[in-house]
C-alpha cells in the first residue's frame, strides 16, 4: 500500500476556497485541478470486494438449486 500523502492546513483551506469559488466543478474535477489524487488501490479493492460478493451469491443460489435436485430424487 502507498505512502498517504499529507497537507499544510494552508494548502487545505486554499483548496476549500476554490472548491467554493467553483461550485459549478465537482469536488473530483478540483481534486484533479489541484493535483490531489484519489486512491486508486482504495476503488480496486471496492470493486474487487463487489465482484467477490456478487459470485458468493452465485455460489448460494447454485447451492440451494443443487440441493433441492437432491432431495427431490430421494
Known sequence: MGKRRTYSN???EESVQYLLSHPEKT?????ESLGIRRDEELFKL?????DT??????LKKALAIF????????
Open 10 to 12: 494552508e494548502m487545505k
Open 27 to 31: 469536488i473530483t474535477a478540483v481534486a
Open 46 to 50: 471496492k470493486r474487487e470486494l463487489a
Open 53 to 58: 460478493k456478487e459470485e458468493r451469491d452465485i
Open 67 to 74: 440441493s433441492k435436485a437432491n432431495y427431490s430424487y430421494i
